[in-house]
């Protein structure tokens, strides 16, 4: 990742990192052999192994009280494995919940009107005609890196796909 610098604490061979940051949330899926099943604690499980003793652990990623379609009975109930004891037993600090949009909408919301930041760019925006919309959620669905915009009416006809 650019910008974090891995640091051996863990003795020869194991890298361990100051902090680390769960974006992910509970849609996170396996690797390996278990590459696309449903796994909500992996990512927070991997970075209690990966984050020193000591260090810290932020968790803005989504995580549900509930789970209707989960792929286990503990999940669909917003209960996790997560290894604890070991974030525990680490000292690990840990640091959840969501971003305090609230706090940022207005310098955002100035930032974008005086074209300080170029928003639909940032999020990778594609606007895409209602007729496209089903396509458009199952891509969604499948994790392309793109925010879709709906244009119903054909408002940015020659912007559309």
Request: aromatic share 8%; with cysteine; glycine share 12%.
């Given at each position: 990742?650019?910008g974090?610098?891995?640091?051996?604490?863990?003795?020869?061979?194991?890298?361990?990192?100051?902090?680390?940051?769960?974006?992910?949330?509970f849609?996170?899926?396996g690797?390996?052999?278990e590459?696309?099943?449903?796994?909500?604690?992996?990512?927070?499980?991997?970075?209690?192994?990966?984050?020193?003793?000591?260090?810290?652990?932020?968790?803005?990623?989504l995580?549900?009280?509930?789970?209707?379609?989960?792929a286990?009975?503990?999940?669909?109930?917003?209960?996790?494995?997560?290894?604890?004891g070991?974030?525990?037993a680490?000292?690990?600090?840990?640091?959840?919940?969501?971003?305090?949009?609230?706090?940022?909408n207005r310098?955002?919301?100035?930032?974008?009107?005086?074209?300080?930041?170029q928003i639909?760019?940032?999020?990778?925006a594609?606007p895409?005609?209602?007729?496209?919309?089903?396509?458009?959620?199952?891509?969604?669905?499948?994790?392309?890196?793109?925010?879709?915009?709906?244009?119903?009416?054909?408002?940015?006809?020659?912007?559309?796909?």
């Open positions: 990742m650019p974090t610098k891995a640091v051996a604490y863990g003795g020869p061979g194991k890298v361990e990192i100051d902090c680390s940051v769960d974006a992910v949330g849609e996170a899926r690797h390996g052999a590459a696309g099943v449903e796994r909500p604690a992996t990512v927070l499980n991997t970075l209690m192994d990966l984050t020193r003793a000591g260090g810290a652990i932020g968790i803005p990623g995580y549900v009280t509930r789970d209707p379609g989960a286990d009975p503990n999940a669909e109930e917003g209960s996790l494995s997560i290894r604890f070991l974030g525990w680490r000292s690990h600090a840990f640091f959840t919940g969501q971003c305090p949009v609230m706090r940022y310098q955002l919301m100035m930032a974008i009107l005086y074209v300080r930041v639909a760019k940032a999020v990778n594609t895409i005609p209602l007729d496209a919309a089903p396509q458009g959620y199952r891509d969604f669905n499948k994790g392309v890196a793109r925010k879709f915009v709906l244009v119903p009416h054909g408002l940015l006809a020659s912007r559309t796909t």
